[in-house]
């Protein structure tokens, strides 16, 4: 059984990536091979809107039919046992590449059809980890809670599996505060939630992907 975790954060060793590595080695000690795949060293591009993936009786049919970084990776998601993606949020959604890849891993299995809506060949579980600026008491007035309910629903709907959703507030942005301008933040504060309250994240992390893995052996999505 594999789990793939998918970095849509252009920093490979900060906060997004540092908790997919522990969601990663959650599934690895339960017996899972892993991979990290960070999306900001492929060269892509999102749906070109050519339909090869809808038009019957083509060979791309169910298939994106570009050829770029991107196709043999999503190749390897079909046949993994559990997927999970990281962004940072970025203007109230996740990052532009993110975007892009979900529209080049999801599109091509969405049947225009009244009943069974994926292409998937089986039931798969997903997850979403998130890390932001905002605080946790603020998702709902910043409409975050909207965003990560449709990219549930979008997952679950493809994948047909569980969709679990992870989520790191108030997280360190940045090395040294005083080099930028960003006087609205604390960063003492930043630091010290960073020291105390962002490693629990990663165990939290670290739990989830245990889940997944543990799922993956029972014959589960559940």
């Known amino acids: 059984m594999k789990v793939i975790a998918i970095n849509g954060s252009p920093r490979k060793d900060w906060n997004t990536a540092t908790m997919l590595r522990h969601a990663l080695q959650g599934s690895a000690d339960r017996g899972a091979f892993t991979e990290l795949i960070h999306l900001y060293e492929l060269d892509y591009r ?30 390897r998601i079909e046949e993994a046992g559990a997927l999970i993606l990281g962004s940072p949020i970025y203007f109230g959604q996740v990052t532009g590449e993110m975007r892009s890849f979900l529209e080049r891993l999801l599109f091509p299995y969405l049947r225009y059809s009244r009943e069974k809506r994926s292409l998937f060949p089986r039931k798969m579980d997903t997850a979403w980890i998130y890390t932001m600026n905002c605080p946790e008491a603020a998702i709902k007035d910043a409409g975050y809670d909207r965003v990560f309910a449709e990219n549930e629903r979008l997952l679950k709907m493809i994948f047909g599996g569980s969709c679990f959703t992870l989520t790191s507030h108030e997280t360190l942005q940045f090395a040294d505060y005083g080099k930028v301008d960003a006087d609205m933040f604390d960063p003492a504060g930043r630091k010290a939630r960073h020291e105390q309250v962002f ?22 999505p559940s």
């Open 199 to 220: 490693p629990r994240d990663c165990e939290r992390a670290y739990e989830l992907g245990a889940r997944l893995a543990q799922n993956i052996s029972r014959g589960l």
């Open 46 to 75: 999102g749906c070109s809107s050519c339909f090869a993936c809808k038009t019957l009786g083509s060979p791309s049919y169910g298939r994106c039919a570009q050829q770029d970084d991107l196709a043999p990776v999503l190749r």
